[in-house]
């Protein structure tokens, strides 16, 4: 069965508004603008020169370098920082250009070497400065593309670059965007992936581990925002760890899958990343705590989406058991849980386009389409998730002890066996939602028996009742409660063993013992 990533359109949105918060947040600020030396006249003059260089396999003189710092550090990156709305529209195609027209070009390791230098050296200062945030956003993803040779290895200055980004907050009092921080992030996935220096890998485990356990909200992200951000930082992690887990990444990723305050999307994706060569040779880690958050993830996730298909199922009996063809996922991913009731897929304005011009456009008589009808499951969203805790599972077990095996085994078969019987086109929704609420009772018994017994020295001792002695209860006030109103349990005093220690040193010794 083929996979699917949890809730990929979310994470893309989630991106998106972190930008456009910060935009948008920014509008009345006035923004640090580089007026290029070079205009765009003299630049076109320079571009067959610039081209020409790019493609010498011998290194540039004088008289080169000369013409690649002209253009580049005086027009094409002052030109970056251009905050009119068009030029901001452009910043992706230009970084696109800078690498599919330039760098990739370059043909000697020198050029590539002086280019890569004015590079750091110009985007480090635009993404640390009082710039735009879609322009300091744009400057970082640039220092995460930068390779010491194309492809291969990243460049260790742009490493270093992203790094600094990342660990502090502002720099000369101009405070670092949360976006700026997301594509330093997306950068070290990027260099850990390819390799990068071991001086560099303990700054980045440092670095990604502060984002992915940070709790308290920056200014300018919203909570469901941030969680994202939390989840970059954990694929920095697990593109790191990816042969071996560490107690600290380990622990990072426990309390991920666990935290509530994260949306149930991020925690999924977050279990997601999970694989099993982390586990296979890892020391140190006690398996239990994930096994036991990924089991609390699945109580959650199946008590919503057993909620949804009780829902669907019970709005069928009001119907008289019928369901429409096709009431399963809205419009594939995104659904409900993105805000947008049509998803992505389904009947979109293509169709609605169709249906105006083949009624005969306005003329003819306006055709609104037909929203179908009847109560709706979204199918989809239930497979990304559940599968994504299957992963999960199977990944721990690849470490854990026989026993734990078996029970995480157990577990992810009876999740994956609804999520796959659900994939099918012909799979009828009425089915797929009665699984899933068998499933939700099934999986609820089966990690209620997970939970560790309570420790008994972890609880208090309770106090012992305290009880007035019978010679003391004599010579109590007139107005003490009267002894029919001691304790009904409480043995009459004659009836105690001459040779038995008062009540009230007894029960203390008894509640040391326990």
């Not at 990690?447 to 106090?463: L, M």
């Amino acid at each position: 069965m083929a996979r699917h990533h949890c809730s990929r359109w979310h994470s893309i949105v989630a991106g998106a508004v972190l930008v456009f918060a910060g935009i948008a947040h920014s509008r009345a600020q006035n923004f640090q603008v580089i007026n290029p030396p070079i205009n765009a006249a003299q630049a076109r003059a320079l571009s067959g020169q610039v081209a020409t260089i790019l493609r010498n396999t011998a290194a540039p003189g004088p008289a080169g370098i000369k013409v690649l710092d002209d253009f580049f550090m005086r027009h094409y990156y002052p030109a970056m920082t251009n905050v009119d709305p068009i030029a901001l529209g452009q910043l992706g195609e230009k970084r696109e250009d800078l690498f599919g027209r330039y760098f990739n070009q370059i043909r000697s390791q020198q050029t590539r070497d002086h280019l890569n230098s004015q590079t750091v050296k110009a985007m480090s200062a635009i993404a640390k400065g009082r710039f735009h945030p879609a322009v300091r956003y744009n400057a970082a993803l640039i220092l995460g593309q930068l390779d010491a040779q194309p492809g291969a290895r990243p460049l260790p200055a742009g490493t270093d670059a992203l790094l600094t980004l990342l660990e502090n907050e502002q720099f000369n009092n101009a405070p670092v965007p949360t976006a700026v921080k997301v594509a330093a992030l997306l950068g070290l996935q990027r260099h850990v992936r390819l390799g990068v220096e071991e001086a560099a890998a303990g700054r980045i485990a440092q670095a990604a581990l502060a984002v992915a356990n940070r709790e308290d909200l920056p200014d300018d992200a919203s909570a469901k925002a941030y969680g994202w951000v939390r989840r970059q930082a954990a694929e920095v992690l697990a593109a790191q760890f990816e042969k071996g887990l560490t107690p600290p990444a380990y622990q990072t990723f426990v309390r991920l899958v666990r935290d509530e305050k994260l949306d149930i999307d991020e925690r999924c994706a977050v279990a997601e990343l999970l694989k099993p060569t982390m586990f296979e040779n890892a020391q140190g880690l006690n398996l239990e705590d994930m096994t036991l958050a990924l089991g609390e993830l699945a109580r959650e996730v199946l008590d919503v989406e057993a909620e949804e298909a009780r829902d669907f199922l019970d709005e069928i009996l009001r119907q008289g058991g019928f369901a429409p063809a096709g009431g399963g996922a809205r419009g594939g991913f995104g659904g409900r849980g993105m805000g947008m009731e049509g998803g992505f897929g389904g009947r979109g304005f293509s169709e609605f386009g169709g249906e105006m011009g083949g009624r005969g456009g306005f003329g003819g008589g306006f055709a609104m389409p037909m929203e179908e009808q009847g109560p709706k499951y979204e199918k989809r969203r239930m497979i990304d998730r559940t599968l994504a805790i299957v992963a999960a599972s199977q990944a721990v077990a690849a470490g854990g002890s026989d026993e734990l095996k078996a029970r995480l085994t157990e577990f992810a078969t009876a999740i994956q066996t609804v999520a796959e019987a659900a994939a099918p086109e012909n799979a009828t929704t009425e089915d797929i939602t009665a699984s899933v609420v068998d499933l939700e009772q099934d999986i609820s018994n089966m990690v209620a028996q997970w939970a560790p017994p309570p420790v008994a020295d972890e609880q208090p001792a309770e106090e012992p009742e305290f009880e007035v002695p019978a010679e003391e209860a004599a010579e109590a006030p007139a107005d003490a409660p009267p002894a029919e109103e001691a304790p009904a349990d409480a043995a009459p005093a004659e009836e105690a063993p001459a040779d038995d220690a008062p009540a009230a040193e007894a029960a203390p010794a008894e509640a040391a013992g326990n």
